[in-house]
């Protein structure tokens, strides 16, 4: 085995000449929490060059913020954007993408089974965007929690949604895309609430918040949120595309044999261990520069990531979660198992482990 496999994180201090200060501080008390002044949900994060830039749904539309750190958004002045001038209904999980210099805002918005997905775009992160789109998504379903990426060349866009029209379950989907705002071909299906550690709150089950990364071999990742976001027992799981294989075909994504990151540690992956300052962490952001995931982190060094949660403590509610910053890092040689589905019946590669 990899010796750094079980040193997440070590890899730079120990290059540094620093190991003599990881052994002083393993034992410590661990850090607390950091907890910003935002009571949202559903963070979205970029950097661009030193700037970091975030997006949320806010008075009815989506605003923007901008800021020198992601421990500086919180009081950075929040710009309105967009203020849904045709009463499109609800505004969810509005994501930041940057794709040839030009910013795309991704949203749901709608009522009820009419939640469908939206496009908005600008030169600039904080002003002139356009009229919104709707995004054509192949079968016209129920559609929310989407994002753009680019992989192997490709444009991708992947979204939670129902297979239906009723609120059945919430499923992950790709298509592709030909350009930043026009979905092409048909959609496909890449995960299904189907495990038990998945299925603990329910109606609907869901998996959603699909969020993208390349790992240290260029393999995909899909890390996504599992179990109700009304319930404590939210989580970060993931799906890793095996080496070569077709991001449309379920079969060649392997699933977390649990929550990578999740307050109840009856739902975790076995050698990852629950918040000890957060309950329910979930609907996450790689704070990734430029949005990109051919930026993605090398292994050894933590990098950040912003989530929402409920501090311990308080009731859990949607109205008492927080954005909060926090790290991961690359978890070297971890094995994805499951049974009884075309394919191997298991893989090997990297995970991730996240940090309050």
């Not at 034992?27 to 907890?35: F, L, M, N, T």
């Not at 070297?332 to 075309?342: E, I, L």
């Amino acid at each position: 085995m990899n010796p750094l496999r079980r040193a997440c994180g070590l890899l730079a201090l120990v290059l540094a000449g620093l190991l003599t200060v990881v052994m002083s501080v393993t034992s410590a008390e661990p850090a607390r929490a950091s907890q910003t002044s935002m009571r949202a949900a559903d963070p979205s994060v970029l950097r661009v060059g030193s700037t970091y830039v975030s997006v949320q749904s806010a008075g009815g539309g989506i605003a923007v913020r901008k800021a020198s750190s992601t421990d500086a958004l919180a009081s950075a002045p929040a710009r309105q954007v967009w203020s849904d001038p045709r009463g499109l209904g609800e505004v969810w999980a509005p994501e930041v993408v940057r794709d040839g210099g030009r910013y795309y805002i991704y949203f749901t918005a709608g009522r009820g089974a009419a939640h469908r997905m939206y496009v908005i775009s600008s030169a600039a992160p904080d002003s002139g965007y356009t009229a919104e789109t709707q995004l054509a998504l192949p079968d016209g379903k129920w559609a929310i929690d989407g994002t753009m990426f680019t992989f192997g060349g490709q444009r991708w866009f992947v979204w939670s949604g129902w297979s239906g029209d009723t609120n059945v379950e919430q499923n992950l989907y790709i298509a592709r895309m030909s350009s930043p705002t026009t979905p092409t071909g048909t959609r496909h299906v890449i995960s299904q609430p189907r495990e038990g550690w998945e299925r603990v709150v329910g109606n609907p089950y869901i998996n959603e918040a699909p969020e993208a990364i390349k790992d240290p071999n260029g393999q995909l990742h899909i890390v996504y949120s599992a179990n109700g976001s009304w319930s404590d027992q939210y989580c970060l799981a993931e799906l890793r595309l095996r080496a070569g294989g077709d991001p449309t075909y379920v079969w060649d994504w392997y699933k977390s044999n649990g929550c990578l990151f999740g307050s109840n540690r009856a739902t975790m992956m076995s050698g990852w261990d629950p918040t000890q300052q957060v309950n329910g962490p979930g609907h996450h952001s790689f704070v990734l520069l430029d949005g990109d995931i051919n930026t993605s982190p090398p292994a050894g060094p933590r990098f950040p990531l912003m989530f929402h949660a409920v501090p311990k403590g308080t009731p859990y509610s949607w109205d008492n979660r927080f954005w909060y910053t926090g790290t991961f890092c690359w978890w070297g040689g971890t094995t994805y198992s499951r049974a009884n589905v075309p394919g191997a019946n298991s893989d090997t590669g990297w995970s991730l482990k996240f940090f309050e």
